[in-house]
């Protein structure tokens, strides 16, 4: 059998092979009982993983199209499902039109193969279990508890406890607040919810990095937002193109993960802060500065958050204690002045209506025991050794067409794909072969150039480190041969024009 697979194309090959195999069978080239090729010989011919032909088989056999049956194979349906009415066609095309274009099958697979067992995963940014200061966080509960109050209702703002321990913890960020200023949320997650639905309204233009955080544009598309991305370099955010998008659009918010970026690790220089914020206020643009992995430093002193710049107050800075010590505690922060701070409280008392008292005075009472600035030396000193083993297991394993950042921070390494390389069918096959990633590309708002995937070290020894890069390496090492040897072939079997 003869496909058309694009390799370039933002759908995943295995929808693409699905779709041809249908035509086949609806234009009758592929009647009523016709065995299909094992997946295995189909696989190799087509150059395939055998998870991606296996993908598009059992696409197949959930619409109708085939039929599968064990020992014998895989076989055209007898009876196929009668045509779709037109206006369920139209109805399709217009939920298909509001889907972002990552989604088209591409997050289902990522959550689908991340629940196999026995995976070395690299792909969630989150701190190490072993970390989580279980006896420090218990007893903290236990002193909370006291007061039978912890487990009633509790202020939209958040404790008064919490939101003073919080300000007092900023100084060493260098961001000076009032607990006034501060709003406790359900994590960052919700503080982006807060913030979209507070400074932004359907069909408003919303600027972020490009790449930037998955979760920022699941939350901004769901609402109808238009996100614009800006480019980065190895300085951050590009503004000689941020101060042209915002003469032509003039967005209301600009998103950005300025220090150890997810997913790239990369930070804004100093220089730059400064100019943003110029731009910012000549423009009267709305920054959210996401500083969740500011804290997670591991060569220097991580530099200083935006907002310990501001004196216009024309950030809104959030915060989280996911990353840095437990993301049970689902507890984090904004801070914003005055007149940004109401629409936030507005936001919240319509979301949720105040986070959970009894954790917010438990962390109070562990933070106002100096006991994160203990667990964070800890943390840096494991998470550096972590990032040290990455390091040089990408430099061992990795092809050098292989690019990387390289961060002094964060959870994560940001691998540059060579142009031809699909990163789906790579993401499928290191999940068959036994290491979790995240493909890059649904960090994008519009689909990229290149295919990337995101490495988060943190979770993992840096004996499986080395031994998931090592399998990693392979498979990447495979697909950098296949795509010469095509390339290598359509040189060849090119006539030149006379």
Not at 488 to 493: M, P, V
Request: charged share 20%; net charge neutral; hydrophobic share 40%.
């Amino acid at each position: 059998m003869e496909f058309q697979l694009d390799r370039q194309h933002a759908k995943p090959l295995y929808i693409q092979l699905s779709e041809q195999l249908q035509d086949r069978i609806r234009s009758g080239s592929l009647p009523a009982g016709t065995k299909l090729p094992p997946v295995r010989d189909l696989a190799e011919s087509l150059g395939l993983t055998r998870l991606t032909v296996h993908n598009a088989y059992s696409e197949l056999q959930a619409s109708g199209w085939v039929e599968a049956y064990v020992g014998r194979g895989t076989f055209v349906a007898e009876r196929i499902k009668p045509i779709i009415p037109e206006y369920e066609i139209r109805q399709r095309v217009v939920e298909e039109l509001q889907t972002p274009w990552f989604s088209q099958g591409m997050l289902a697979d990522m959550l689908r193969l991340a629940q196999q067992p026995n995976l070395i995963s690299f792909a969630q940014a989150a701190p190490a279990e072993e970390t989580f200061p279980v006896r420090e966080i218990g007893r903290a509960i236990q002193q909370a508890l006291r007061d039978p109050s912890a487990l009633g209702y509790g202020p939209t703002q958040g404790e008064l406890c919490l939101r003073e321990a919080i300000a007092t913890w900023l100084l060493d960020r260098n961001v000076v607040t009032s607990p006034d200023h501060v709003l406790v949320t359900t994590g960052a997650q919700q503080g982006v919810a807060l913030a979209l639905k507070a400074f932004v309204r359907q069909g408003d233009v919303v600027l972020v990095e490009e790449p930037t955080y998955l979760g920022f544009i699941e939350q901004a598309t769901a609402l109808g937002v238009r996100l614009i991305g800006i480019p980065l370099d190895d300085q951050g955010l590009r503004l000689d193109i941020l101060q042209r998008v915002l003469c032509e659009y003039k967005p209301r918010l600009l998103y950005t993960v300025p220090t150890f970026h997810n997913p790239t690790g990369v930070c804004l220089s100093a220089e730059r802060q400064e100019a943003l914020l110029q731009l910012a206020q000549e423009h009267n643009l709305i920054i959210l500065e996401d500083d969740v992995y500011g804290p997670l430093s591991y060569d220097a002193q991580a530099p200083h958050p935006i907002k310990a710049r501001d004196p216009n107050g024309r950030v809104v800075y959030l915060g989280s204690f996911s990353k840095i010590l437990t993301p049970g505690l689902r507890l984090g922060y904004l801070v914003a002045r005055d007149e940004l701070l109401h629409p936030l409280l507005t936001a919240k008392r319509g979301n949720d209506l105040h986070c959970s008292p009894l954790l917010q005075r438990a962390l109070a009472d562990y933070l106002g025991r100096g006991q994160l600035a203990a667990h964070l030396r800890y943390v840096r000193e494991l998470y550096r050794e972590r990032r040290d083993a990455m390091e040089r297991a990408l430099n061992r394993y990795c092809p050098r067409d292989i690019q990387w950042t390289h961060p002094r921070g964060g959870l994560c390494y940001w691998l540059t794909l060579p142009a031809g390389l699909n990163g789906t069918d790579i993401y499928t096959e290191a999940i068959e072969a036994g290491v979790g990633v995240t493909l890059g590309n649904v960090f994008f708002p519009q689909p990229p150039r290149n295919a990337h995937l995101r490495l988060c070290f943190a979770t993992q020894s840096p004996e499986l480190i080395d031994r998931g890069i090592r399998i990693l390496g392979d498979v990447l090492t495979r697909h950098v041969l296949r795509c010469g040897q095509l390339a290598a072939r359509a040189w060849r079997e090119t006539t030149p024009l006379m």
